[in-house]
Each structure stands twice: as C-alpha cells, then as structure tokens.
C-alpha cells in the first residue's frame, strides 16, 4: 500500500472511518460464520458417513454406488481447497482491517493527548 493512501486511511477525526473498519469486520465475521455453516451442510450429505441418503442405496447397481463414492471424494477435496482459500483470504482481510482500525484509534488518541497537553482546539 503506497503511503499516501494509507495516511488517508488512518486520519479520521469524524470517525467515518472507523465505522466502516467496524462494519467491514462484522461483514468478514459474518462470512466466515456462513462458511462453516456450509460446510457442515455439506458434511451431512457425505455418503460415506451418511449411508441412508436418498442419492446413495435407492436401487442403484453397487458399481454407481461406487462412483457416487469417487465422486464425492472429488467433490469434497475441490470443496475443502476452495473453504481453506476463502478463510484464509478473509483471516488475512481481516488483520489487515484491524491494523488500519488501530492506526485510526491510535491517531486518534495521539490527537486527544497533544490537544490535552497544549489545550489547543482541534477541529
């Protein structure tokens, strides 16, 4: 992040800024929440932990019930990448939001204790 950009990012004395850090974590936490839920959805239609699914023993040949097997085996290495990719992504989003949110809280204060010490007014 170029510098200039990032000052722009810290200073926030209306605290617009800091809402919107606040918002954009609540919207990651939020993320985050529904991808765990999706993905005990998902383990519910294991076939290999879940026998009695409506897709696996309904009068299939065992060498399809095989492949539903090999197949889920794909599906769920596929899904698992692309989990571990988003949380990741968003872990990292994350961090990167509560830095800038600190930087904004810490000018902040440093803003409140120069204008405490030299009783000077700031806009």
């Known amino acids: 992040m170029k510098w200039e950009s990032s000052e722009r990012l810290m200073f926030d004395t209306s605290f617009q800024r800091s809402r919107i850090y606040f918002q954009t974590l ?69 961090e990167e939001v509560k830095s800038l949110r600190d930087g904004v809280s810490s000018c902040v204060e440093d803003e409140v204790k120069v204008d405490a010490e030299t009783g000077i007014t700031r806009p």
């Open 26 to 94: 609540q919207i990651l936490r939020i993320f985050t929440q529904m991808i765990e839920r999706t993905r005990r959805d998902v383990e519910c239609l294991n076939p290999h932990v879940n026998p009695g699914l409506p897709f696996t023993k309904s009068g299939y040949r065992p060498s399809e019930d095989a492949t539903i097997l090999a197949n889920w085996d794909i599906l769920w290495e596929f899904y698992t990448q692309k989990e571990e990719y988003l949380l990741k992504r968003i872990s990292n989003k994350t």
